[in-house]
């Protein structure tokens, strides 16, 4: 047993039984020892030397075309002297580099107005986060951010300055908010919660009624028909997904929210089809099959029903201006386009006339190479799959001209 299961098992021997939410609240968020902390050893989490990758590990012009997006969103606000981007959840800040990249070289004036702030739970002064900061800082620098245009922050709230006229932006943070998973029992909605195994001493899930009455209407508010589905169906309630929303709206005064994840709407989300739910567990690129196990020491995410993040924005006085996939956002900013001209630039050898030769061979796999990483980023069974919400305030009309809803 590790150091978090040990404090995990000692909670619900005190307290009871705790909610499957509040066990991945410790196991991912553990101030110390959480997932999202270092693990209790400094240990990056993301990445292909980490658990998993994101669409910024695939290839840098997944953040230079989500920069190209948020130029736009700088025009229809009508070029603001100061456009702020509140990165949630960003992790090692690999979309804010290629942010940068695209604004420095190819939206100079909308650079000079940009202002970056990076908010992840990290938690400040950890080794996790130290080594984050000092690699980001170095890149950033190099690549010519002015001094100041840039800051980290470890949540939202603490955004020091009132309301920002610009663009809150997340990547794969919805899904790592912790989840109640729900069972069907008898008929009836159960909830499942972690216990100690009296006979081994391990954690384990145990069923009991629901936690909280919020659970017991949130299926019924999307119409789901649950009670038709049989006994053992399960699925993962975020009641997180909408305050989190609400609080980060609140540090917007004018502009949009734009969040990238796995998901889809509750309807599609929470099917008679699909009985285990969505949770997953990740260790070393490998899908795990044991969420107890290792708690700290593994990834736990969940699909996430952007149906309440539409919700939660409406609540928050937020228009909703478009949901698409990942694969016709990124096209709508002409990926396929800006990655061939990036290879021919990069690649010039690739060329026909000079395919025979040892340096264009090399130039032509190198070509095709960033060619098949651009497919990854649209491909519909994988990262093109996932789901783009733009939300707005104050901003009319933007779901019809924004590059990436255009699909
Ligand atoms: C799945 S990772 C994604 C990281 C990054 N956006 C990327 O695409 O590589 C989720 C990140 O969200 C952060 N996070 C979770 N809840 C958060 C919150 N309420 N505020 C800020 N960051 C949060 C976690 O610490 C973690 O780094």
Redesign the pocket.
């Known amino acids: 047993m590790n150091e978090l299961e040990a404090i995990i098992a000692e909670e619900s021997a005190r307290d009871g039984p705790i909610t499957f939410a509040r066990f991945m609240a410790l196991a991912l968020?553990h101030p110390t020892l959480g997932y999202?902390a270092g693990g209790g050893v400094g240990r990056e989490p993301?990445g292909w030397e980490g658990d998993y990758f994101?669409?910024?590990?695939v290839h840098p012009l997944f953040g230079w075309c989500v920069g190209k997006q948020l130029a736009q969103m700088w025009e229809l606000l009508g070029r603001p002297p100061r456009f702020d981007v509140i990165e949630?959840?960003?992790?090692?800040g690999?979309?804010a580099r290629d942010v940068w990249r695209y604004a420095l070289e190819r939206a100079p004036e909308w650079a000079a107005a940009l202002r970056y702030t990076l908010?992840?739970?990290?938690p400040v002064g950890s080794p996790l986060r130290a080594a984050r900061e000092k690699r980001l800082t170095t890149e950033i620098a190099a690549l010519g951010v002015p001094t100041g245009a840039l800051a980290w922050v470890?949540?939202?709230e603490a955004c020091a300055d009132p309301p920002a006229t610009g663009c809150l932006l997340?990547?794969?943070?919805v899904?790592?908010?912790p989840v109640h998973i729900l069972t069907i029992a008898d008929g009836a909605l159960a909830e499942v919660y972690v216990t100690v195994d009296a006979a081994t001493g391990r954690l384990t899930e145990a069923r009991g009624p629901l936690s909280t009455p919020e659970l017991a209407s949130y299926l019924d508010e999307y119409r789901i028909p649950w009670s038709t589905y049989p006994d053992g169906w399960r699925c993962e309630v975020c009641l997180e997904a909408g305050p989190?929303l609400r609080s980060a709206a609140a540090r917007l005064a004018r502009g949009f929210v734009l969040t990238l994840d796995y998901g889809d709407t509750a309807r599609a989300l929470y099917t008679r089809d699909r009985r285990r739910g969505t949770l997953a567990v990740y260790t070393r690129h490998q899908l795990g099959e044991r969420p107890l196990a290792h708690p700290g020491r593994q990834d736990l995410?969940a699909h996430v029903n952007f149906s309440a993040l539409v919700r939660a924005g409406r609540l928050a006085e937020l228009r909703l201006a478009g949901l698409t996939t990942q694969e016709r956002f990124l096209r709508g900013l002409g990926l396929m386009e800006e990655a061939a001209a990036l290879g021919t630039r990069l690649y010039p050898a690739a060329a026909f006339a000079e395919r025979h030769t040892d340096r264009g061979q090399a130039d032509y796999l190198r070509y095709k190479a960033l060619l098949g990483a651009a497919a990854t980023l649209v491909n519909p069974h994988g990262l093109g799959g996932f789901r783009v919400l733009v939300q707005h305030r104050g901003v009319p009309g933007a779901g019809r001209t924004l590059l990436g809803l255009r699909g």
């Open positions: 968020y999202y993301l994101t669409s910024g590990d949630l959840g960003a992790g090692r690999l979309l908010a992840d739970r990290a470890d949540e939202v997340s990547n794969e943070l899904d790592a908010l989190w995410t």
